[in-house]
């Protein structure tokens, strides 16, 4: 049989594996459920090359499933290494992210002080390294690194984690952030802030269950407002 004639029953696969994984998120707790996948994954398991008449296709037969994307299939603009979020439920009106996590450390830098991070500022002691890609002993490095501006000095060290998009992981990243200064600087209490441009309900599931460490998580949004003019 060619791998033509067995397409259908592949995207039916895709298409019931899919729903058993958005299931099993709500099962969780999860609400809404929200898998995600490359496109080319995508593609792959069903068979297929990228076609924008099998994409319409295949966003047909999603609609029919009640299973949504976001992006849509139909985005002229999507590519093979692009991420697709699916979802049992409609999406949100999609905000603006920034185009680089270095874009979100530089717009996030310039906001320390105020809103959110009003008492906030860069970590800076002399002889340390700069809290800026701040770095720790295995190699890795934090984005931001704040200290807390306090009446009688400098109160917590504030890791802020920086994520264009919401990625999994991140948490145990942070975790391991504030173990890491927590040895370094035994006598300063420590917490964290990530900022991402999208929500993870993964996510926020799992920092339910996270216990004696301070990580709050916050999302940024972006969006043009057009001026009436009378």
């Known amino acids: 049989m060619s791998s033509t004639s067995k397409s259908p029953d592949r995207i039916a696969g895709f298409i019931e594996c899919m729903q058993a994984s958005l299931r099993d998120d709500e099962d969780r707790g999860i609400k809404p459920p929200i898998e995600r996948r490359k496109l080319r994954t995508v593609l792959e398991e069903c068979?297929?090359?990228?076609?924008?008449?099998?994409?319409?296709?295949?966003?047909?037969?999603f609609?029919?499933?009640?299973?949504?994307?976001?992006?849509?299939?139909?985005?002229?603009?999507?590519?093979?290494?692009?991420?697709?979020?699916?979802?049992?439920?409609?999406?949100?009106?999609?905000?603006?992210?920034?185009?680089?996590?270095?874009?979100?450390?530089?717009?996030?830098?310039?906001?320390?002080?105020?809103?959110?991070?009003?008492?906030?500022?860069?970590?800076?002691?002399?002889?340390?390294?700069?809290?800026?890609?701040?770095?720790?002993?295995n190699g890795q490095r934090i984005d931001l690194l704040c200290q807390e501006r306090t009446k009688s000095g400098f109160g917590a060290l504030v890791v802020i984690e920086l994520k264009r998009e919401h990625e999994r992981g991140t948490i145990d990243q942070v975790i391991g952030y504030l173990d890491a200064l927590k040895n370094r600087f035994p006598t300063r209490a420590v917490r964290s802030m990530i900022v991402s441009g999208r929500e993870d309900q993964v996510a926020a599931a799992l920092l339910k269950e996270v216990t004696g460490y301070d990580i709050q998580w916050y999302c940024y949004q972006v969006n043009f407002e057009r001026l009436r003019v009378t």
């Open 47 to 61: 068979g297929q090359r990228s076609s924008l008449r099998f994409l319409e296709r295949l966003h047909d037969r």
């Open 63 to 137: 609609s029919q499933e009640g299973i949504y994307t976001e992006p849509p299939l139909v985005d002229s603009g999507l590519r093979l290494d692009d991420w697709l979020l699916f979802s049992s439920g409609p999406f949100p009106p999609d905000a603006l992210v920034f185009a680089t996590e270095k874009d979100l450390q530089r717009f996030v830098e310039a906001c320390l002080g105020s809103g959110v991070f009003r008492n906030l500022e860069l970590y800076r002691v002399r002889g340390d390294h700069s809290g800026r890609e701040y770095p720790l002993s």
